[in-house]
T-cell receptor, first 115, second 114 residues
Framework: ETGVTQSPTHLIKTRGQQVTLRCSSQ?????VSWYQQALGQGPQFIFQ???????GRGNFPPRFSGLQFPNYSSELNVNALELDDSALYLC??????????????FGPGTRLTVL | DQQVKQNSPSLSVQEGRISILNCDYT??????FLWYKKYPAEGPTFLIS?????DKNEDGRFTVFLNKSAKHLSLHIVPSQPGDSAVYFC?????????????FGTGTLLAVQP
């Protein structure tokens, strides 16, 4: 059973650009959540996808969007990058829609730097 | 507005002693609480959880206590081991139909000295 993987590990972009981050969920999981962890802060919930549909969203603007695919992989897209978007982006997968118990498994994250 | 607070950014403990990590929250509607541990370059890993209907949950060396009236929970690690050195996040769950959220605190860096 493979764990949650994310790519790329690190990424550098400039302000105004667009970025796509990728996540491969643990096999059999049908729910994926994305988090932003700024330096010195805890992870902040961006949104969750369940069976390819958005199933909850945090306080992030619409330029943060996502996709979930039938093969359990997912993407986080950020348009019009701002300096404050620099952070570690984490995805977490779980089985069941909206479940928040100990079945959430996190990937190692993608470190995004916006210059 | 920080709904989950971990007021101690860091904690240093001697090996074999007890580590106590604290967490406060402001929203009385939170239903479920979790602790995660995070090593550098890795994602957070689930450690232990507690439902709002309980006041204690124990798993080996780890015990979580919940005081709902004080809106406070704590994680006790006994005995502490050098391998426990990591950042510990407290998180709370707010159930709301399609808008369930997991809300994290800012984390406490635990250093267990050999």
């Amino acid at each position: 059973e493979t764990g949650v993987t994310q790519s790329p590990t690190h990424l550098i972009k400039t302000r105004g650009q667009q970025v796509t981050l990728r996540c491969s969920s643990q096999s059999g999981h049908n729910t994926v959540s994305w988090y932003q962890q700024a330096l010195g802060q805890g992870p902040q919930f961006i949104f969750q996808y369940y069976r390819e549909e958005e199933n909850g969203r945090g306080n992030f603007p619409p330029r943060f969007s996502g996709l979930q695919f039938p093969n359990y992989s997912s993407e986080l897209n950020v348009n019009a990058l701002e300096l404050d978007d620099s952070a570690l982006y984490l995805c977490a997968s779980s089985l069941a829609g909206g479940g928040w118990d100990n079945e959430q498994f996190f990937g190692p994250g993608t470190r995004l730097t916006v210059l | 507005d920080q709904q989950v607070k971990q007021n101690s950014p860091s904690l240093s403990v001697q090996e074999g002693r007890i580590s106590i990590l604290n967490c406060d929250y402001t929203n009385s509607m939170f239903d479920y609480f979790l602790w995660y541990k995070k090593y550098p370059a890795e994602g957070p890993t689930f450690l232990i959880s507690i439902s709002s209907i309980k006041d204690k949950n124990e798993d080996g060396r780890f015990t979580v206590f919940l005081n709902k009236s004080a809106k406070h929970l704590s994680l006790h690690i006994v005995p502490s081991q050098p391998g426990d050195s990591a950042v510990y996040f407290c998180a709370a769950v707010l159930y709301g139909g399609a808008t369930n959220k997991l809300i994290f605190g800012t984390g406490t860096l635990l250093a267990v000295q050999p």
